[in-house]
T-cell receptor
């Protein structure tokens, strides 16, 4: 099965600086890579995702890059703000094929606790 | 997401007790999931359901069972709770016809003494 490794487990950056979180995956069939943000006391929430036919995707201050050859993908947050402090999870899945299967079975990384220092 | 609710939010129980965690959603999604979160281990899939009649085991289903009572309700049961089932449990929903996004509930913190 799929195995997703995530680094670092904790990350502290000064407000305004950039933060980068990296993940590697093992299954070359994986084709969908979401990133979830979990704030204290809440469930994870999708912030950005990327599919294997795209190398980079941006949404305002966040971006995700994917290197299929090396089987790794990264989350980049620029101009960090205090509200970016949270735990971030990467995940990977492969479509099961057929009309009834999508990317339901996500394999999550172990999480990165990001702290923004004011 | 307020559209996915979980009850109870916190539960303390003893070894050997039967426990049921409930999940309800108003999003109208067919897909529902149960995950377990442990420190340093991320989220692991316990069970997932495509619809009321289609339930599938996830990565760590041993010791757990589920019931999909209706499109909107998906319950997780621990038939005989043990201390290593102490964890944070999340329910999630998705609608693959629209996107692959999974929408998570607020979680249930379960402690087994």
């Amino acid at each position: 099965g799929e195995n997703v490794e995530q680094h670092p487990s904790t990350l502290s950056v000064q407000e305004g600086d950039s933060a980068v979180i990296k993940c590697t995956y093992s299954d070359s069939a994986s084709n969908y890579f979401p990133w979830y943000k979990q704030e204290l006391g809440k469930g994870p929430q999708l912030i950005i995702d990327i599919r294997s036919n795209v190398g980079e995707k941006k949404d305002q201050r966040i971006a995700v890059t994917l290197n299929k050859t090396a089987k790794h993908f990264s989350l980049h947050i620029t101009e960090t703000q205090p509200e970016d402090s949270a735990v971030y999870f990467c995940a990977a899945s492969s479509s099961g094929g057929g009309a009834n299967f999508g990317n339901e079975k996500l394999t999550f990384g172990t999480g990165t606790r990001l702290t923004i220092i004011p | 997401d307020a559209d996915v609710t979980q009850t109870p939010r916190n539960r303390i129980t003893k070894t050997g007790k039967r426990i049921m965690l409930e999940c309800s959603q108003t999003k109208g999604h067919d897909r529902m999931y149960w995950y377990r979160q442990d420190p340093g281990l991320g989220l692991r899939l316990i069970y997932y359901s495509f619809d009321v009649k289609d339930i599938n085991k996830g990565e760590i289903s041993d010791g757990y069972s589920v019931s999909r009572q209706a499109q909107a309700k998906f319950s997780l049961s621990l038939e005989s709770a043990i201390p290593n089932q102490t964890a944070l449990y999340f329910c999630a929903t998705s609608d693959p016809g629209t996107s692959d996004t999974q929408y998570f509930g607020p979680g249930t913190r379960l402690t087994v003494l």
